[in-house]
Protein backbone atom coordinates (compact mmCIF):
# COMPACT_ATOMS: atom_id res chain seq x y z
CA UNK A 1 0.00 0.00 0.00
CA UNK A 2 1.25 3.42 -0.75
CA UNK A 3 1.95 6.21 1.69
CA UNK A 4 -0.01 8.85 1.54
CA UNK A 5 0.23 12.12 4.25
CA UNK A 6 -2.00 10.24 6.62
CA UNK A 7 -3.23 6.84 5.44
CA UNK A 8 -6.51 5.46 6.97
CA UNK A 9 -5.01 1.92 7.98
CA UNK A 10 -3.65 3.36 11.20
CA UNK A 11 -4.98 7.57 11.73
CA UNK A 12 -2.62 9.41 13.72
CA UNK A 13 -3.62 11.99 15.72
CA UNK A 14 -1.85 14.76 17.38
CA UNK A 15 -3.22 15.34 20.63
CA UNK A 16 -1.57 18.32 22.61
CA UNK A 17 1.66 16.59 23.60
CA UNK A 18 0.41 12.97 22.64
CA UNK A 19 0.58 11.43 18.87
CA UNK A 20 -2.10 8.68 18.77
CA UNK A 21 -2.89 5.66 16.32
CA UNK A 22 -6.11 4.85 16.38
CA UNK A 23 -6.71 1.37 14.57
CA UNK A 24 -9.55 0.31 12.54
CA UNK A 25 -11.48 -1.11 15.84
CA UNK A 26 -10.62 2.58 17.33
CA UNK A 27 -8.86 1.40 19.91
CA UNK A 28 -6.30 4.26 20.37
CA UNK A 29 -2.37 3.62 21.68
CA UNK A 30 -0.04 5.98 22.72
CA UNK A 31 3.11 5.80 20.40
CA UNK A 32 4.68 8.67 21.32
CA UNK A 33 4.71 11.24 24.15
CA UNK A 34 6.49 14.70 24.40
CA UNK A 35 8.96 14.12 27.35
CA UNK A 36 10.83 11.01 25.28
CA UNK A 37 14.90 11.29 24.63
CA UNK A 38 15.94 11.68 21.43
CA UNK A 39 18.00 8.76 20.50
CA UNK A 40 21.44 11.09 19.83
CA UNK A 41 21.25 11.71 23.52
CA UNK A 42 20.56 15.84 22.01
CA UNK A 43 17.23 16.91 23.94
CA UNK A 44 13.57 15.90 24.57
CA UNK A 45 10.58 15.75 22.08
CA UNK A 46 8.11 17.99 22.34
CA UNK A 47 5.68 18.75 19.85
CA UNK A 48 4.74 16.58 16.65
CA UNK A 49 3.76 17.19 13.51
CA UNK A 50 3.53 15.18 9.83
CA UNK A 51 3.09 11.75 11.09
CA UNK A 52 3.43 9.09 8.03
CA UNK A 53 3.13 4.85 8.54
CA UNK A 54 3.72 2.26 6.27
CA UNK A 55 2.09 -1.40 6.74
CA UNK A 56 4.79 -2.39 8.71
CA UNK A 57 3.93 -0.15 11.54
CA UNK A 58 6.65 2.36 11.40
CA UNK A 59 5.89 6.19 12.00
CA UNK A 60 8.01 8.87 10.50
CA UNK A 61 7.43 12.48 11.68
CA UNK A 62 8.80 16.00 12.47
CA UNK A 63 9.15 16.82 16.14
CA UNK A 64 10.79 19.88 18.14
CA UNK A 65 12.93 19.31 20.76
CA UNK A 66 13.40 20.86 24.06
CA UNK A 67 16.55 20.95 26.17
CA UNK A 68 19.01 20.64 23.14
CA UNK A 69 22.51 21.59 22.82
CA UNK A 70 22.57 24.37 20.30
CA UNK A 71 18.88 26.17 21.38
CA UNK A 72 16.70 26.79 18.35
CA UNK A 73 19.45 26.30 15.95
CA UNK A 74 19.02 22.21 16.25
CA UNK A 75 15.60 21.90 17.76
CA UNK A 76 13.81 20.22 15.32
CA UNK A 77 14.62 16.48 14.24
CA UNK A 78 12.60 13.89 11.51
CA UNK A 79 12.37 10.51 13.43
CA UNK A 80 11.09 6.83 12.11
CA UNK A 81 9.65 4.83 14.95
CA UNK A 82 9.67 1.19 14.44
CA UNK A 83 7.41 -1.33 15.31
CA UNK A 84 9.36 -2.50 18.41
CA UNK A 85 8.73 1.50 19.94
CA UNK A 86 12.88 2.05 19.02
CA UNK A 87 13.55 5.71 17.74
CA UNK A 88 15.89 6.72 14.64
CA UNK A 89 17.23 9.97 13.47
CA UNK A 90 16.90 10.58 9.81
CA UNK A 91 17.90 14.21 9.86
CA UNK A 92 17.85 17.09 12.44
CA UNK A 93 18.43 20.97 12.22
CA UNK A 94 21.51 22.18 12.89
CA UNK A 95 23.66 19.12 10.93
CA UNK A 96 24.80 19.42 7.89
CA UNK A 97 24.06 18.12 4.25
CA UNK A 98 26.63 18.86 1.35
CA UNK A 99 28.10 21.36 3.36
CA UNK A 100 24.77 23.54 4.33
CA UNK A 101 23.34 23.28 7.72
CA UNK A 102 19.86 22.08 7.99
CA UNK A 103 17.71 24.74 8.63
CA UNK A 104 13.93 23.12 8.44
CA UNK A 105 11.78 20.49 7.19
CA UNK A 106 9.42 21.63 4.08
CA UNK A 107 6.80 21.13 4.45
CA UNK A 108 7.17 19.51 8.20
CA UNK A 109 6.21 15.74 6.56
CA UNK A 110 7.98 12.89 5.39
CA UNK A 111 7.11 9.85 3.12
CA UNK A 112 8.09 5.97 4.53
CA UNK A 113 8.38 3.17 2.07
CA UNK A 114 7.81 -0.53 3.03
CA UNK A 115 11.09 -1.03 3.66
CA UNK A 116 11.53 2.11 6.26
CA UNK A 117 13.29 4.31 3.38
CA UNK A 118 12.33 8.21 5.14
CA UNK A 119 11.51 10.82 2.20
CA UNK A 120 11.94 14.10 3.18
CA UNK A 121 12.43 17.85 2.21
CA UNK A 122 15.42 19.67 3.86
CA UNK A 123 15.23 23.05 4.34
CA UNK A 124 18.84 25.48 4.24
CA UNK A 125 19.20 28.98 5.08
CA UNK A 126 18.68 31.26 2.20
CA UNK A 127 15.48 29.13 0.71
CA UNK A 128 17.88 26.32 -0.93
CA UNK A 129 15.98 22.84 -0.78
CA UNK A 130 16.76 18.99 -0.79
CA UNK A 131 15.00 16.30 -1.23
CA UNK A 132 16.66 13.27 0.74
CA UNK A 133 16.54 9.71 1.47
CA UNK A 134 17.36 8.46 4.51
CA UNK A 135 17.26 5.27 7.11
CA UNK A 136 19.55 6.44 10.03
CA UNK A 137 22.73 6.64 8.64
CA UNK A 138 23.97 9.13 5.46
CA UNK A 139 21.17 11.14 3.96
CA UNK A 140 21.47 10.25 -0.03
CA UNK A 141 20.10 13.40 -2.04
CA UNK A 142 17.64 12.40 -4.68
CA UNK A 143 18.00 15.21 -6.87
CA UNK A 144 21.08 17.02 -7.63
CA UNK A 145 22.22 20.26 -7.36
CA UNK A 146 21.41 22.23 -11.21
CA UNK A 147 20.25 18.62 -12.54
CA UNK A 148 18.61 19.25 -16.20
CA UNK A 149 15.27 19.05 -16.42
CA UNK A 150 13.68 16.08 -17.76
CA UNK A 151 11.43 17.75 -20.02
CA UNK A 152 14.36 18.39 -22.61
CA UNK A 153 14.10 21.71 -22.27
CA UNK A 154 17.51 23.76 -21.31
CA UNK A 155 16.90 24.32 -17.66
CA UNK A 156 18.34 22.77 -14.62
CA UNK A 157 16.54 22.32 -11.00
CA UNK A 158 15.72 25.00 -8.77
CA UNK A 159 13.91 23.19 -5.94
CA UNK A 160 11.61 20.70 -5.34
CA UNK A 161 8.69 21.49 -3.37
CA UNK A 162 7.01 17.94 -2.30
CA UNK A 163 7.36 14.58 -2.73
CA UNK A 164 5.50 11.27 -2.40
CA UNK A 165 7.26 7.69 -3.19
CA UNK A 166 5.39 4.15 -3.36
CA UNK A 167 6.43 0.66 -1.96
CA UNK A 168 7.42 -0.17 -5.56
CA UNK A 169 10.10 2.72 -5.50
CA UNK A 170 8.44 5.38 -7.74
CA UNK A 171 8.52 8.86 -6.28
CA UNK A 172 6.68 11.72 -8.32
CA UNK A 173 7.49 15.40 -7.03
CA UNK A 174 6.81 18.76 -7.65
CA UNK A 175 9.49 20.63 -8.91
CA UNK A 176 10.45 24.25 -10.75
CA UNK A 177 13.24 24.49 -13.28
CA UNK A 178 15.14 27.49 -14.18
CA UNK A 179 16.75 28.14 -17.15
CA UNK A 180 16.16 29.89 -20.72
CA UNK A 181 12.95 28.59 -21.04
CA UNK A 182 11.74 28.20 -17.40
CA UNK A 183 8.71 25.22 -15.83
CA UNK A 184 7.48 23.50 -13.43
CA UNK A 185 5.22 20.78 -12.65
CA UNK A 186 5.17 17.16 -12.03
CA UNK A 187 8.05 14.53 -12.39
CA UNK A 188 8.93 11.26 -11.80
CA UNK A 189 11.77 8.98 -10.43
CA UNK A 190 11.79 5.71 -11.40
CA UNK A 191 13.61 2.88 -9.05
CA UNK A 192 16.65 3.13 -11.88
CA UNK A 193 17.03 6.24 -11.44
CA UNK A 194 15.34 7.99 -14.48
CA UNK A 195 13.64 10.79 -14.78
CA UNK A 196 10.58 11.76 -16.37
CA UNK A 197 7.55 14.78 -16.81
CA UNK A 198 4.15 13.67 -15.38
CA UNK A 199 2.41 16.84 -15.82
CA UNK A 200 4.15 20.44 -17.04
CA UNK A 201 1.83 23.53 -15.81
CA UNK A 202 0.51 25.76 -18.08
CA UNK A 203 -0.73 23.32 -20.59
CA UNK A 204 -4.29 22.73 -22.01
CA UNK A 205 -6.58 21.00 -18.99
CA UNK A 206 -8.66 18.10 -20.80
CA UNK A 207 -12.00 19.93 -20.50
CA UNK A 208 -10.67 23.49 -21.23
CA UNK A 209 -8.29 25.71 -20.08
CA UNK A 210 -4.75 26.17 -19.17
CA UNK A 211 -3.79 24.14 -16.26
CA UNK A 212 -1.42 26.83 -14.32
CA UNK A 213 -0.97 24.39 -11.61
CA UNK A 214 -0.28 20.56 -10.99
CA UNK A 215 -1.52 20.70 -7.39
CA UNK A 216 0.79 21.13 -4.37
CA UNK A 217 0.97 17.90 -2.80
CA UNK A 218 0.21 14.72 -5.34
CA UNK A 219 -0.57 11.56 -3.45
CA UNK A 220 0.59 8.28 -5.52
CA UNK A 221 -0.63 4.75 -5.22
CA UNK A 222 0.73 1.28 -6.35
CA UNK A 223 -0.17 1.63 -9.78
CA UNK A 224 2.11 4.71 -10.17
CA UNK A 225 -1.44 6.61 -10.81
CA UNK A 226 -1.48 10.37 -9.55
CA UNK A 227 -4.23 12.30 -7.38
CA UNK A 228 -3.73 15.79 -7.50
CA UNK A 229 -5.63 18.86 -7.49
CA UNK A 230 -5.17 20.89 -10.47
CA UNK A 231 -5.66 24.79 -10.87
CA UNK A 232 -6.99 25.92 -14.11
CA UNK A 233 -7.51 29.15 -15.78
CA UNK A 234 -10.78 29.33 -17.57
CA UNK A 235 -10.41 33.01 -18.33
CA UNK A 236 -12.58 33.55 -15.99
CA UNK A 237 -11.45 36.46 -12.57
CA UNK A 238 -9.99 33.48 -10.88
CA UNK A 239 -8.96 29.82 -11.36
CA UNK A 240 -11.02 26.93 -10.74
CA UNK A 241 -9.81 23.51 -8.95
CA UNK A 242 -10.17 20.21 -10.16
CA UNK A 243 -9.40 17.07 -8.53
CA UNK A 244 -7.50 15.11 -11.15
CA UNK A 245 -5.90 11.59 -11.75
CA UNK A 246 -3.03 11.23 -13.61
CA UNK A 247 -1.80 7.72 -15.19
CA UNK A 248 1.46 8.02 -17.26
CA UNK A 249 0.98 11.51 -18.82
CA UNK A 250 -2.63 11.46 -19.26
CA UNK A 251 -4.42 13.22 -17.13
CA UNK A 252 -8.38 12.39 -15.93
CA UNK A 253 -10.27 14.94 -14.48
CA UNK A 254 -12.59 13.68 -12.50
CA UNK A 255 -14.78 16.60 -11.55
CA UNK A 256 -14.19 20.44 -11.38
CA UNK A 257 -15.34 23.34 -8.95
CA UNK A 258 -18.75 24.41 -10.80
CA UNK A 259 -19.79 21.03 -11.54
CA UNK A 260 -23.46 19.71 -11.53
CA UNK A 261 -23.08 16.22 -9.62
CA UNK A 262 -25.16 13.43 -11.85
CA UNK A 263 -27.56 13.33 -8.77
CA UNK A 264 -28.76 16.49 -10.33
CA UNK A 265 -29.21 18.75 -7.07
CA UNK A 266 -25.49 18.97 -5.66
CA UNK A 267 -23.09 21.82 -6.95
CA UNK A 268 -19.34 21.41 -6.14
CA UNK A 269 -18.37 24.41 -4.70
CA UNK A 270 -14.72 25.71 -3.82
CA UNK A 271 -11.83 23.54 -2.97
CA UNK A 272 -10.81 23.08 0.48
CA UNK A 273 -8.10 20.26 -0.25
CA UNK A 274 -4.73 20.64 -1.33
CA UNK A 275 -4.29 17.06 -2.04
CA UNK A 276 -6.41 14.54 -3.80
CA UNK A 277 -5.74 11.02 -1.83
CA UNK A 278 -5.94 8.37 -4.18
CA UNK A 279 -6.41 4.51 -3.79
CA UNK A 280 -5.39 1.31 -5.36
CA UNK A 281 -8.76 1.58 -7.89
CA UNK A 282 -7.91 5.22 -8.46
CA UNK A 283 -10.48 7.11 -6.68
CA UNK A 284 -9.43 10.27 -5.62
CA UNK A 285 -11.41 12.00 -2.13
CA UNK A 286 -11.02 15.74 -0.96
CA UNK A 287 -12.91 18.48 0.84
CA UNK A 288 -15.06 21.10 -0.74
CA UNK A 289 -18.08 23.70 -0.48
CA UNK A 290 -21.16 22.33 -1.72
CA UNK A 291 -24.63 23.27 -2.41
CA UNK A 292 -28.05 21.56 -2.45
CA UNK A 293 -31.68 22.71 -2.42
CA UNK A 294 -32.06 22.38 1.36
CA UNK A 295 -28.00 22.21 2.47
CA UNK A 296 -25.26 24.48 1.91
CA UNK A 297 -21.50 24.00 3.37
CA UNK A 298 -18.45 21.53 3.87
CA UNK A 299 -18.74 17.97 2.21
CA UNK A 300 -16.02 15.38 1.69
CA UNK A 301 -15.99 13.79 -1.90
CA UNK A 302 -15.23 10.75 -3.82
CA UNK A 303 -14.54 10.84 -7.52
CA UNK A 304 -13.54 8.39 -9.68
CA UNK A 305 -14.36 8.06 -13.88
CA UNK A 306 -17.97 7.25 -13.50
CA UNK A 307 -18.43 10.61 -11.21
CA UNK A 308 -18.20 11.80 -8.13
CA UNK A 309 -20.54 11.80 -4.62
CA UNK A 310 -20.69 13.05 -1.45
CA UNK A 311 -19.73 10.42 1.58
CA UNK A 312 -19.88 13.21 4.50
CA UNK A 313 -21.37 16.59 5.22
CA UNK A 314 -23.72 18.34 7.70
CA UNK A 315 -24.07 17.36 11.19
CA UNK A 316 -21.59 14.71 12.04
CA UNK A 317 -21.88 12.10 14.91
CA UNK A 318 -21.27 13.40 18.27
CA UNK A 319 -22.09 17.11 16.69
CA UNK A 320 -25.19 19.67 17.31
CA UNK A 321 -23.90 21.96 14.36
CA UNK A 322 -22.72 21.62 10.38
CA UNK A 323 -19.17 20.56 10.42
CA UNK A 324 -16.16 22.88 9.39
CA UNK A 325 -12.61 22.83 8.79
CA UNK A 326 -12.92 19.49 6.85
CA UNK A 327 -9.36 17.87 6.25
CA UNK A 328 -9.24 14.96 3.97
CA UNK A 329 -6.14 12.54 5.82
CA UNK A 330 -6.44 9.64 3.94
CA UNK A 331 -8.34 6.92 1.89
CA UNK A 332 -8.19 3.27 2.38
CA UNK A 333 -8.51 0.62 -0.90
CA UNK A 334 -11.71 0.04 0.29
CA UNK A 335 -12.96 3.11 -0.57
CA UNK A 336 -13.33 4.69 3.42
CA UNK A 337 -12.13 8.21 3.65
CA UNK A 338 -10.55 9.42 6.76
CA UNK A 339 -11.24 13.17 7.47
CA UNK A 340 -10.97 15.47 10.48
CA UNK A 341 -13.35 18.43 11.11
CA UNK A 342 -14.48 20.87 13.58
CA UNK A 343 -18.02 22.00 15.07
CA UNK A 344 -19.42 25.50 14.52
CA UNK A 345 -21.78 25.80 17.98
CA UNK A 346 -20.36 26.96 21.35
CA UNK A 347 -17.47 28.91 22.83
CA UNK A 348 -15.36 25.55 22.77
CA UNK A 349 -16.49 23.83 19.07
CA UNK A 350 -16.44 20.04 19.15
CA UNK A 351 -13.62 18.40 17.02
CA UNK A 352 -12.95 15.00 15.84
CA UNK A 353 -11.45 12.31 13.38
CA UNK A 354 -13.95 10.76 11.43
CA UNK A 355 -13.90 7.71 8.60
CA UNK A 356 -16.35 7.33 6.09
CA UNK A 357 -18.10 3.47 5.50
CA UNK A 358 -21.00 1.48 7.41
CA UNK A 359 -22.98 3.34 10.02
CA UNK A 360 -22.23 0.38 12.42
CA UNK A 361 -18.89 1.12 12.59
CA UNK A 362 -16.98 2.04 16.03
CA UNK A 363 -15.98 6.31 15.45
CA UNK A 364 -12.93 7.13 16.21
CA UNK A 365 -11.69 9.60 18.87
CA UNK A 366 -13.90 13.33 19.32
CA UNK A 367 -12.85 16.68 21.03
CA UNK A 368 -14.14 15.53 24.76
CA UNK A 369 -12.93 12.13 24.78
CA UNK A 370 -10.06 10.93 27.15
CA UNK A 371 -6.53 10.58 25.97
CA UNK A 372 -5.74 6.96 26.56
CA UNK A 373 -3.79 6.55 29.77
CA UNK A 374 -4.87 10.35 30.78
CA UNK A 375 -7.27 12.08 32.96
CA UNK A 376 -7.29 14.97 30.58
CA UNK A 377 -9.26 14.89 27.20
CA UNK A 378 -8.27 15.29 23.19
CA UNK A 379 -8.06 19.25 22.52
CA UNK A 380 -8.15 19.68 19.03
CA UNK A 381 -7.20 16.90 15.90
Known amino acids: ?16 STMCVAQASADLHIVMQSGVHSPDGNGDLS ?3 GPSINNAGQLAFVSQLTGTAGGTADNTAMFRRDSNGDLAVIARSGSTFSGKPILTFFPGSAYLSADGTV ?12 YTLGSGGPLTQIFPTAMPSPSGQSNTLLGVTSAVINDSGYLVYRAVFNGAQP ?11 TQSVRLLSNTTAPRGGTITSPGGFPTLNESNQVGTILSINTG ?4 IKSAARIDGTTVHELVRQGDLLADGVTTVGAFLSTSGFINSTGQVAFAANLTQPSFGGQGVFLADDSGASVVAKGVLPGFTSAATDITVVGISNASRVAFTANATAGTDPLSGIYRTGPADRPSLPSKTQQRPSQANSFAAF
Open 1 to 16: MPIRRLPIVFLIATCV
Open 183 to 193: ESGLYQRAPDG
Open 119 to 130: GSVLGFAGGSLA
Open 236 to 239: APSS
Open 47 to 49: AFN
